[in-house]
Structures are given as C-alpha cells and as structure tokens.
T-cell receptor
Framework: IAGITQAPTSQILAAGRRMTLRCTQD?????MYWYRQDLGLGLRLIHY???????GKGEVPDGYSVSRANTDDFPLTLASAVPSQTSVYFC????????????FGPGTRLTVT | GQNIDQPTEMTATEGAIVQINCTYQ??????LFWYQQHAGEAPTFLSY????GLEEKGRFSSFLSRSKGYSYLLLKELQMKDSASYLC??????????FGAGTTVTVRA
C-alpha cells in the first residue's frame, strides 16, 4: 500500500511555464488537500476537495488551479509559474472533513527561476 | 484569518522532558492537531484534542484548554530521533486546518 504519492519529487521550472503537480492516493479517502510550505510560514492551504467532483479555495489559491475527476487523483496546476511559487508542495488526504487526521504525501520541491 | 503561535526553536538533552506551547485564535474550533516533521520529510500525525484535558500516547502527551486557546505537546524521555519540527494545527469552523510555523526541537546527547 503506497498511501499518497506525489510526482515529480523535485522540479526546476522557468518563470512563465505551465506545470502540473500530480497527487494520487490509494486509501479511498474522500477529502484531499494541497499545501505549500515555506520557511517561517508553516503549511498553508492552497486548494481542497471534500469529495470527488468538488473543489474549494484555501488560504493562498491565486495562481493555482485543481481538479478532482475521481477519488484517487488531485492534480495541482500552475498556469504561469512565478518565482514566488518556489516552495515545497504537499498533498494530503483524509477520510472525511470531520474529526479525521490528514495523511501527507512526500512532497514536491519546486523552484521557479 | 487564523493566528497560531508556537516557539521557533527549543533545545533539550537526551532523556529530558520538553514542553512545546501553542496558542491560537481561530474562527470556530473543531479540534487541535500536533504533527511531527523530520527534515526533508512529510508531516506525520501525533495527536488530536477536541475536548479539554490531557491525551497521553506513550512518551507523547497533548493538552488542550479551549477557553484559553492553548495547547501543549509534552515529549518525555527524549531520544535523538525526536529531533524534528513539531507543528500545531487547528481545525476551524469550516473544518479547514491552519498550521503554526512549527517548533524545531533539537535533542543533544
């Protein structure tokens, strides 16, 4: 059982390029989340999905989009990358939105130059 | 927005006890979580409190006072492998998690 996988592990991207970060979970969890983690700021929620077919905006959604076509996959797209999007991106999932812990993927380290 | 405060760094000796405090002000409250994150790795779940009081799980305990907006994580019998960042996270009224910046604990021999 893999849990949550993310791809790529790391990426260097030129500013202005489009990039999709992939996230897949095999736990049949209903809820999925994307966070970015920056030094001194902690984890900040970008977008979330409470169940397949629905998505919502988190604390820092600008410049990012997501889709949730099925239960397992929750890709995050940067339409036109900017240097301020340099960060470590974590995907997470939970059984539901109630009193459930979130399980985190290994992260993607993205550098926008 | 949410406001979650925790110390930036703490250092302790192997075998000792360390207490990491977390204070919060959020829009609604649906539980407080503690996560452990080793350098370069993903956060992993440690504890969850939704009612006032102490939750004990082996060497780790977590306390919550909702009226004071306060929690602490207690690490006992510290081991070198406990060197990590400890993240306090609060679930708000919309069931979204907001994280503090994390406390880096360094355990010295």
């Amino acid at each position: 059982i893999a849990g949550i996988t993310q791809a790529p592990t790391s990426q260097i991207l030129a500013a202005g390029r489009r990039m999709t970060l992939r996230c897949t979970q095999d736990m049949r969890h209903n809820a999925m989340y994307w966070y970015r983690q920056d030094l001194g700021l902690g984890l900040r929620l970008i977008h979330y999905s409470n169940t397949a077919g629905t998505t919502g905006k988190g604390e820092v959604p600008d410049g990012y989009s997501v889709s949730r076509a099925n239960t397992d996959d929750f890709p995050l797209t940067l339409a036109s990358a900017v240097p301020s999007q340099t960060s470590v991106y974590f995907c997470a999932s939970s059984e539901g939105t109630g009193a459930y812990e979130q399980y985190f993927g290994p992260g993607t380290r993205l550098t926008v130059t | 927005g949410q406001n979650i405060d925790q110390p930036t760094e703490m250092t302790a000796t192997e075998g000792a006890i360390v207490q990491i405090n977390c204070t919060y002000q959020t829009s609604g409250f649906n539980g407080l979580f503690w996560y452990q994150q080793h350098a370069g790795e993903a956060p992993t779940f440690l504890s969850y409190n939704v009612l006032d009081g102490l939750e004990e799980k082996g060497r780790f305990s977590s306390f919550l006072s909702r009226s004071k907006g306060y929690s602490y994580l207690l690490l006992k019998e510290l081991q070198m492998k406990d060197s990590a960042s400890y993240l306090c996270a609060v679930r708000d009224g919309d069931y979204k998690l907001s994280f503090g910046a994390g406390t880096t604990v360094t355990v010295r021999a």
